[in-house]
């Protein structure tokens, strides 16, 4: 049967600093000739584009500009905000999320949940033998199936750490399962850092950043460089003790009647996949415990 964890916080709304801090981010990553402008002449003592820089090209002014890194609360509208993303070259994921920090519009927050419903628990057990989960919006594994179970036992994670981020960041032993770790380790965090920010306040959000960046010298590092994707899907190659690799193609569905939920789908690309993993189904295969 599926297995099923709880989730529960308070919410608030801070937005406008993570907004700031997006900005100085993007700001800070940028070059002057990344953005049409000829090279200093001397040496900065700061990396990256200036406010006054970044100010000009968007056509806003530079005082405003300087209030908006700061945080402070003034205001916004889509034509000023689209010129910056167009300045500081965001893509179009990183373009939604600056929009979605600039509150255009600003949607509630629902409450995040307290677990899967029945219906989707028994969704997992229907996809199998193929691995699945339900992550909540702090990446918190709420449900999932036995195959799940077998590769990555979320249930031996600590108590109030059975997280995806905290599996692929903060337990060493999990991490040598990942062939491709540091690819699929970047674009979880990227997602990971997107979900952040939608959820900016959330005192839960805050104290699970603080705990991986003091478990993870990678976390702390890549964390800074506020990278933001929407989604983990793609490839993922899984080190099995006593069964070699096995490869999947994620596949990442946000819940419809709840799209804080997402489910995690790991499909096996090969046929040679679909094999280990119905043997594992069966139960004839006995897959090592992850040191």
């Known amino acids: 049967m599926a297995k099923v964890m709880g989730t529960s916080a308070n919410l608030s709304d801070a937005r406008r600093l993570e907004l700031a801090s997006y900005l100085k981010a993007r700001r800070a990553s940028l070059q002057p000739h990344d953005v049409g402008l000829d090279p200093p002449r001397r040496r900065r003592n700061t ?76 969704l997992l057990d229907t996809v199998l033998p193929a691995p699945a989960c339900v992550l909540g919006p ?36 999990r991490r040598r399962s990942w062939v491709n770790w540091e690819q699929r380790s970047r674009i979880l965090l990227a997602e990971f850092r997107a979900a952040a920010g939608q959820h900016a306040g959330d005192v839960g959000f805050a104290e699970l950043i603080t705990a991986l960046g003091d478990a993870s010298d990678e976390f702390r590092s890549w964390w800074s460089t506020y990278e933001v994707r929407q989604s983990f899907s ?31 789908v790991h499909v096996p690309t090969h046929p040679t996949d679909c094999r280990k993993l119905a043997t594992m189904a069966r139960g004839t295969l006995v897959v090592d415990a992850l040191p």
């Not at 199936?145 to 108590?159: D, K, R, V």
């Not at 995806?164 to 337990?171: P, R, T």
């Not at 899984?238 to 939920?261: A, N, Q």
């Open 138 to 173: 702090r990446f918190d594994f709420v449900a999932w199936n036995e195959t799940f179970s077998h590769i990555w036992q979320p249930e031996a994670l600590p108590e109030g750490r059975r997280n995806v981020m905290w599996l692929a960041f903060a337990e060493p032993g």
């Open 47 to 122: 990396p990256g584009l200036r406010r006054e820089e970044v100010a000009l090209l968007s056509g806003v002014g530079v005082t405003w500009y300087t209030w908006l890194e700061q945080g402070r609360p003034i205001a916004t509208s889509e034509p000023v905000i689209d010129a910056l993303a167009r300045t500081l070259r965001l893509g179009r994921e990183a373009h939604g999320h600056l929009r979605f920090l600039a509150g255009l519009p600003l949607p509630d927050l629902d409450p995040l949940p307290e677990g899967a419903s029945p219906d989707l628990t028994r």
């Open 234 to 264: 793609g490839p993922l190659k899984v080190r099995m003790p006593g069964t070699g690799t096995i490869d999947f193609d994620v596949i990442e569905l946000r819940v419809g009647t709840d799209s804080t939920l997402t489910l995690s």
